[in-house]
């Protein structure tokens, strides 16, 4: 029929999931500031006292800025990564049960947890790209910084940003909405300091077993990797390994969190 719309007869599962993947990614603008605020409102003010105000004092040796940095980006890439994933998925599986509408999309269920992965890689890398200038601004000139190993530094953010955003998909489908404080408490908090984020990891040689304790945080890997690239002279762990323990913590935390994902959604 002449002038009749010419309407695709099947829409591929990966264009329902760039759709997804755009509608998530606007309403994260429209909300960037207050996101901004919630992701880098902690480590900024860390860096004004350990990076800025204690240095000035005497308190801490010039050298500590080259090694918190990159841990302070660590911790912004980590954390904007995991509460971009888990915060709404509680929301979405609790009160609002938008959920319920990305599931009647005609793509697999295991689409619909990737596209929040991926919004939480994007909105993760956001966070560390907006911390970097501010946090370099505030500490003035570091000696051992440098930004000329690109490719490695956006290997290392997005393996970091997709290992804590599995872990945010992991967190927001096994934790009930009522939990989402308490998971805060018991996990974040602890991943930070046991983190490696304020100190390097080789600074624990003199505490063997805290040293090869921390190795099951994951924020350990981003810290290191971080300061591997960014302060390639100082000691750091070999990149090859982060980029294994990365890989290894994603693939496991992707296999849980589907699996609960799955779950929940078919419940």
């Not at 500031?33 to 409102?41: D, E, G, K, N």
């Not at 200038?133 to 000329?148: Q, Y």
Request: proline residues 6%; contains cysteine; aromatic residues 10%.
């Amino acid at each position: 029929m002449s002038g009749a719309l010419n309407v695709p007869d099947r829409v591929s599962p990966w264009q329902v999931f760039l759709a997804l993947l755009l509608r998530d990614l606007r309403v994260a603008q429209r909300e960037l500031h207050y996101f901004l605020i919630r992701t880098t409102l902690q480590p900024l003010l860390f860096i004004v006292v350990f990076g800025y105000v204690l240095p000035k004092m005497g308190f801490v040796q010039r050298g500590y800025n080259a090694a918190l940095l990159p841990g302070i980006l660590a911790i912004s890439l980590a954390f904007a990564s995991v509460q971009s994933v888990s915060l709404p998925m509680v929301a979405d599986f609790g009160w609002t049960k938008e959920i319920e509408d990305r599931l009647l999309a005609p793509i697999p269920i295991r689409l619909v947890a990737f596209e929040k992965v991926v919004n939480g890689v994007i909105q993760g890398a956001i966070s560390a790209l907006f911390v970097l200038p501010i946090a370099r601004l505030i500490m003035g000139p570091i000696d051992a910084l440098t930004v000329s190993h690109v490719g490695e530094l956006v290997l290392v953010t997005l393996l970091g940003a997709g290992a804590f955003s599995v872990l945010g998909l992991l967190m927001g489908t096994a934790i009930q909405p009522q939990q989402i404080g308490l998971m805060f408490s018991i996990i974040v908090a602890p991943m930070i300091f046991f983190g490696c984020a304020y100190y390097p990891w080789r600074g624990l040689d003199r505490i063997p077993a805290l040293k090869y304790a921390v190795l099951v945080n994951p924020l350990v890997y981003v810290a290191e990797g971080m300061r591997g690239v960014l302060t390639p002279s100082l000691p750091h762990m070999s990149l090859r390994i982060v980029s294994l323990a990365l890989a290894a913590l994603t693939a496991v935390f992707w296999r849980w969190g589907l699996a609960a994902f799955e779950k929940r959604a078919i419940s």
